[in-house]
T-cell receptor, first 111, second 114 residues
């Protein structure tokens, strides 16, 4: 059974800091990995999707890497802003179409 | 274009009652998914539709939960004899087709069973 773990569970940083969120998964036979953002009381917003054949994806200040063989992904956020405060979830797709999610990292960026 | 929409946004019901939650996927998306998210947890898969049929319903927790998608568009998640443990946010997602296509999520329905 696929298990996804995210570390840390919570993170508080001052504005402007660069930060890294970690995601690990137990079964490396995945199709792709997706990072989401969730604001309180809201649904999920897709940030980046990395196919299994890719090593990284970038969007603006966000960069996600994937090391499938070791079962790890990182989400790098550059020059963090208070508006980045949210819960960040990673999810992997193995077989079929279901996503398996981690429990998320709750990020607070302080002005 | 419009994203995935879900109604109602909030639902409070008494233990033992029946509830229906609705999902309107993005137009043209043939794949539709239901997930459940408990407080402080990541979403957990419930069921996946490809067109009108349930391609994978292995995430439904028990036979009190049922979902339909009769015309291959709108889907309804039905919960019978609700229990307090059913309280959660129910999220719906759709994608252009199944497989590895990106899933787009709705805002969710917050269900509270008292």
């Amino acid at each position: 059974k696929q298990e996804v773990t995210q570390i840390p569970a919570a993170l508080s940083v001052p504005e402007g800091e660069n930060l890294v969120l970690n995601c690990s998964f137990t079964d490396s036979a995945i199709y792709n990995l997706q990072w989401f953002r969730q604001d309180p009381g809201k649904g999920l917003t897709s940030l980046l999707l990395i196919q299994s054949s890719q090593r990284e994806q970038t969007s603006g200040r966000l960069n996600a890497s994937l090391d499938k063989s070791s079962g790890r992904s990182t989400l790098y956020i550059a020059a963090s802003q208070p508006g980045d405060s949210a819960t960040y979830l990673c999810a992997v797709r193995r077989g079929g179409s279901r996503l398996t999610f981690g429990e998320g990292t709750q990020l607070t960026v302080n002005p | 274009g419009a994203g995935v929409s879900q109604t109602p946004s909030n639902k409070v019901t008494e233990k033992g009652k029946y509830v229906e939650l609705r999902c309107d996927p993005i137009s043209g998306h043939t794949a539709l998914y239901w997930y459940r998210q408990s407080l402080g947890q990541g979403p957990e898969f419930l069921i996946y539709f490809q067109g009108t049929g349930a391609a994978d319903d292995s995430g439904l927790p028990n036979d009190r939960f049922f979902a339909v998608r009769p015309e291959g568009s709108v889907s309804t998640l039905k919960i019978q004899r609700t229990e307090r443990g059913d309280s959660a946010v129910y999220l719906c997602a759709s994608s252009l087709s199944g497989g590895a296509n990106e899933q787009y999520f709705g805002p969710g329905t917050r269900l509270t069973v008292t």
